[in-house]
Antibody, heavy 122, light 108 residues
Framework: EVQLLESGGGLVQPGGSLRLSCVAS????????MNWVRQAPGKGPEWVSG????????YYADSVKGRFTISRDNSKNTLYLQMNSLRAEDTALYYC???????????????WGQGTLVTVSS | EIVLTQSPATLSLSPGERATLSCRAS??????LAWYQQKPGQAPRLLIY???NRATGIPARFSGSGSGTDFTLTISSLEPEDFAVYYC??????????FGGGTRVEIK
């Protein structure tokens, strides 16, 4: 069974930084594109960023481009999201999500963690 | 960016009834559309991918149809555990991947 466990969320002031982590188990982590998807309170999901299985290619939503950096360490089965210059509108539950098919860019999210809450407030 | 519009916003039905949820795309997404179910306090769960393929472990009462810009998720006979919020998501043109605004299926 695939398990994804996020950590690193918390309360941060506007302009601050946080680094989220997601540890995967029960899956050949290095075979899958991984993503971060966030959900603000009472809102629908919003895709934030994705990274290829090797880590060579990264993808971002315009709302976070230039402020957030996605990365992965396949030796540690871990996905990261470095978030800088945080804004109030970044407040959300951040999920890591694995795609369904290994070795593809078919972005169907079949496994999700339980999320880590990021609150940006003074 | 492709905008996905879901309707209705809320669907009030009784257990055993048929639910029909709609997702309309601002431009063609071919068949590259997925449906997710989300219950309170839980992460979204993949139900349907590529318009009509059920994900592993999803009951046969869930079915998806459509192509191009108009898609439908049908729950043939609502079970108590099906009352939740449902989202569609496209993957044809990205970034960004986009989700719809959701349809809440509530008990009448």
């Amino acid at each position: 069974e695939v398990q994804l466990l996020e950590s690193g969320g918390g309360l941060v002031q506007p302009g601050g930084s946080l680094r989220l982590s997601c540890v995967a188990s029960g899956v050949t982590f290095s075979s899958y594109v991984m993503n971060w998807v966030r959900q603000a309170p009472g809102k629908g999901p919003e895709w934030v960023s994705g990274i290829s299985d090797s880590g060579a290619s990264t993808y971002y939503a315009d709302s976070v481009k230039g402020r957030f950096t996605i990365s992965r360490d396949n030796s540690k089965n871990t996905l990261y999201l470095q978030m800088n210059s945080l804004r109030a509108e970044d407040t959300a539950l951040y999920y890591c999500a694995k795609i369904l098919a290994a070795g593809t860019l078919d972005m169907n999210f079949d496994s999700w963690g339980q999320g880590t809450l990021v609150t940006v407030s003074s | 960016e492709i905008v996905l519009t879901q309707s209705p916003a809320t669907l009030s039905l009784s257990p055993g009834e048929r639910a029909t949820l709609s997702c309309r795309a601002s431009q063609s997404v071919s068949s590259y559309l997925a449906w997710y179910q989300q219950k309170p306090g839980q992460a979204p769960r993949l139900l349907i991918y590529d318009a009509s393929n059920r994900a592993t472990g999803i009951p046969a009462r869930f079915s998806g149809s459509g192509s191009g810009t108009d898609f439908t998720l049908t729950i043939s006979s609502l079970e108590p555990e099906d009352f939740a919020v449902y989202y569609c998501q496209q993957r044809v043109i990205w970034p960004p991947l986009t989700f719809g605004g959701g349809t809440r299926v509530e008990i009448k």
